[in-house]
């Protein structure tokens, strides 16, 4: 029976490091395996071993600094650029805290249009401040530039009659999400293609540095089985993106992934006489990254002083369109107008806590 014992125990180990499935053996029950292997201090570690550990022990960040970074460049010119640095408290998803400061800069020519807003969130109020804001046509958002604003968002959605996904259901689906992109790793064996690079500091932390560079056919199952589409066209994924270069930190103690880097290649095109796109010579680059920093680490989020409550979607629709919302408004109750404004404004709301809350769901 020792025997039999030492060969399971044994024959486990080894196919965690050679990512290799046993038969009889569930992936969950093996994972259990690379998370103990992980967790054995000054041995060897593959990559499935570390993001095993990683995926498991990153949902207990309750806390954390993290600054988000995109930019897109074409020929080594800058295009876009945008920033957000913000502080989470999800200890009490009922409640969850969030300071968010976000940036955003387009160049165009010798200019540029830029966008600066500062966002604090304490349960379902919305408090923002607009520091720098480009023109939207049909929208003048001058008025509210300068000051502080405060709007309850469940009152606000219950008004046109929409409501966002809860925090607790956003961490879920995300979690969900990043267990079946493990296990897309797992079933294609790309565990095996996932390069080991020299350990690094992030935010002084010392840190694993895992790299993985995904092929177009390779995107296109992971997109069909990430979206469960099935009619995501391989060519025309081929056609746009070049290459896609993943790049990941996991930290050597704590084993939260306190990095991670995007960087993928489109392809340009131009338009002929006719309006028929032809490839160009140049592509573009775009890259995403975030980094966390004071990981459950005490932070403070307090309300702004002097904000001014608006009570509804309508209230501020009026700040930025007053010319063409007060009528339908009066005669008709909710507007349609007034309804698409409050769901955009709940759609960006919610998509910067996917956004934030995504570390802590791995």
Same mark, same amino acid.
């Given at each position: 029976m020792i025997l039999i014992l030492f060969l399971a125990s044994t024959s486990l180990v080894a196919a965690s490091y050679?990512?290799?499935?046993?038969? &009889? *053996?569930?992936?969950?029950? @093996?994972?259990? *395996?690379?998370?103990?292997?992980?967790?054995?201090?000054?041995?060897?570690?593959?990559?499935?071993?570390?993001?095993?550990?990683? &995926?498991?022990?990153s949902q207990n960040i309750q806390t954390?600094?993290?600054?988000?970074?995109? %930019? *897109?460049?074409? +020929? =080594?010119?800058?295009?876009?650029?945008?920033?957000?640095?913000?502080?989470?408290?999800?200890?009490?998803?009922?409640?969850?805290?969030?300071?968010?400061?976000? @940036?955003?800069?387009?160049? @165009? +020519?010798? =200019?540029?249009?830029?966008?600066? *807003? %500062?966002?604090?969130?304490? =349960?379902?109020?919305?408090?923002?401040?607009?520091?720098?804001?480009?023109?939207?046509? +049909?929208?003048?958002?001058?008025?509210?530039? +300068?000051g502080w604003y405060k709007i309850n968002l469940t009152e606000a959605g219950s008004s046109i009659g929409a409501s966002g996904l809860d925090d607790e259901k956003i961490r879920s689906d995300v979690s969900e999400k990043l267990e079946e992109t493990f296990d897309f790793l797992d079933e294609n064996e790309l565990f095996k293609e996932i390069r080991k690079l020299s350990d690094e500091k992030v935010a002084g932390r010392s840190s694993f540095h895992l790299q993985l560079v995904v092929d177009s056919g390779t995107l296109t199952k992971f997109l069909r089985e990430l979206t469960s589409e099935s009619q995501i066209?391989?060519? !025309?994924?081929?056609?746009?993106?070049?290459?896609?270069?993943?790049?990941?930190?996991?930290?050597?103690?704590?084993?939260?992934? /306190?990095?991670? !880097?995007?960087?993928?290649?489109?392809?340009?095109?131009?338009?002929?006489? /006719?309006?028929? &796109?032809?490839?160009?010579?140049?592509?573009?680059?775009?890259?995403?990254?975030?980094?966390? %920093?004071?990981?459950?680490?005490?932070?403070?989020? @307090?309300?702004?002083?002097?904000?001014?409550?608006?009570? %509804?979607?309508?209230?501020?629709l009026l700040k930025v369109q007053p010319s063409t919302s007060a009528l339908q408004e009066s005669v008709l109750g909710v507007s349609t107008v007034t309804s698409k404004f409050g769901s955009n404004i709940l759609f960006y709301e919610r998509l910067l806590h996917v956004v934030t809350l995504f570390p802590g769901s791995i």
């Open positions: 050679l990512s290799f499935k046993l038969p &009889l *053996v569930s992936k969950s029950f @093996q994972r259990k *395996v690379d998370y103990f292997v992980a967790s054995v201090p000054g041995i060897p570690k593959t990559p499935k071993q570390i993001l095993a550990k990683a &995926l498991e022990d954390s600094t993290e600054d988000f970074d995109l %930019s *897109v460049r074409s +020929g =080594g010119d800058l295009l876009i650029a945008m920033r957000i640095k913000s502080k989470i408290d999800t200890r009490d998803l009922s409640n969850v805290l969030l300071q968010a400061d976000v @940036q955003g800069e387009i160049f @165009q +020519g010798r =200019g540029s249009v830029k966008l600066t *807003v %500062s966002i604090i969130e304490i =349960g379902d109020d919305l408090y923002f401040k607009l520091e720098q804001t480009p023109s939207i046509p +049909g929208y003048d958002l001058s008025g509210l530039v +300068g066209d391989e060519a !025309e994924v081929a056609d746009t993106f070049e290459k896609v270069k993943f790049d990941m930190w996991v930290d050597k103690k704590a084993f939260f992934i /306190n990095k991670l !880097e995007i960087i993928t290649n489109l392809k340009g095109y131009a338009a002929t006489s /006719n309006l028929k &796109l032809i490839p160009k010579t140049e592509s573009f680059e775009a890259k995403l990254s975030y980094t966390l %920093s004071d990981i459950n680490k005490p932070i403070k989020i @307090q309300p702004p002083k002097d904000a001014q409550e608006l009570k %509804s979607f309508f209230e501020l």
